[in-house]
């Protein structure tokens, strides 16, 4: 009977270890972050380096810049749309003419393969400029949108495990300081069908803000975002916040970045960014003063939005 006991015992131990190990291990499942945080800011960081010479659409910086993307997309096993990552387009803007390139990576959908989410930040910046005396003339644009892009990549580490319902284009744009010309020329030459885009969530500055807010904009035009959104719990340090969309009395951010591009072509867009600070568009705009944790703690938000959008299917209104 003891040794019975002691058996029983023994097995009621081993049951109970194993119950607690599988729990933690769940556990610890459940804590994983999306992405690697460092990495994250290494990109930032590398992108708004001076190397990168602030990025000026069709210079030698700019173009380092797309090369960069593209080889982090390879590395991530993003596979191009098309063809090739590159979407190569050229404009004339006061009289000078410009040669760029969008870049544009497909993750492929698990169940809606043809209908697609694009995910957007613009790689190019305000370069260097040509002032005298000014000391430092590089604008390196880490916020913007050098921010934007980086996060880029966090959403295709996290493909990699996760991978999405609706098939993911991830847009790298250029020349969005040159009049969103990048975005534009996208959806004015669609390599997928303009209706078969459910909605673009588009980034641009979402490193840094004093009072951890981030606004997503776009819902005013769609009841499903708006439902969303008014309901979404952020569960980190960032406070989401509807506005800046002309219905509020502040700066109305509908046509500010490359979301309104897609705006234009009446596809739902949801635009994540910040107020402006007192580096916007300036050589300040530098890796020093991004805050790092609202950074990471954004774009884990910006992911956990995605997973809700994806899980539905959105009316176009």
Request: net charge negative; with cysteine; glycine share 8%.
């Amino acid at each position: 009977m003891k040794y019975m006991i002691m058996c029983l015992g023994a097995l009621i131990f081993l049951v109970s270890t194993s119950c607690k190990a599988q729990s933690k291990s769940q556990q610890d499942l459940d804590d994983l972050p999306y992405f690697n945080g460092n990495q994250l800011l290494q990109h930032i960081k590398t992108l708004s380096s001076d190397a990168f010479e602030g990025r000026q659409t069709g210079t030698k910086g700019g173009i380092k810049a797309k090369h960069y993307i593209i080889d982090q997309f390879k590395k991530l096993e993003v596979k191009p749309l098309g063809e090739g990552f590159e979407q190569k387009f050229s404009f004339t803007r006061r009289d000078k003419t410009y040669d760029a390139a969008n870049v544009l990576g497909l993750i492929t959908g698990t169940e809606f393969p043809n209908t697609y989410i694009v995910i957007s930040a613009h790689y190019d910046h305000l370069g260097i400029s040509k002032k005298a005396g000014q000391a430092d003339n590089i604008f390196n644009g880490a916020d913007d949108d050098a921010s934007g892009t980086s996060a880029l990549f966090s959403f295709a580490e996290y493909f990699k495990k996760n991978p999405p319902k609706h098939s993911v284009i991830l847009a790298a744009f250029d020349s969005e300081e040159l009049g969103l010309k990048g975005s534009k020329y996208f959806v004015d030459h669609a390599i997928v069908p303009l209706e078969s885009i459910m909605v673009n969530l588009n980034m641009d500055m979402i490193s840094r803000n004093t009072q951890d807010e981030l606004y997503a904009v776009g819902t005013r035009y769609n009841e499903n975002l708006k439902e969303l959104i008014s309901n979404f719990k952020p569960s980190g340090k960032v406070k989401l916040l509807i506005g800046h969309d002309g219905e509020d009395g502040k700066q109305n951010w509908t046509g500010s970045s490359d979301h309104g591009s897609f705006h234009n072509k009446k596809i739902p867009f949801l635009y994540f960014g910040v107020e402006d600070h007192n580096d916007y568009h300036k050589a300040t705009d530098h890796y020093e003063n991004i805050h790092p944790e609202f950074y990471k703690a954004a774009v884990s938000l910006i992911i956990s939005v995605f997973n809700k959008v994806d899980g539905i299917q959105l009316n176009k209104q």
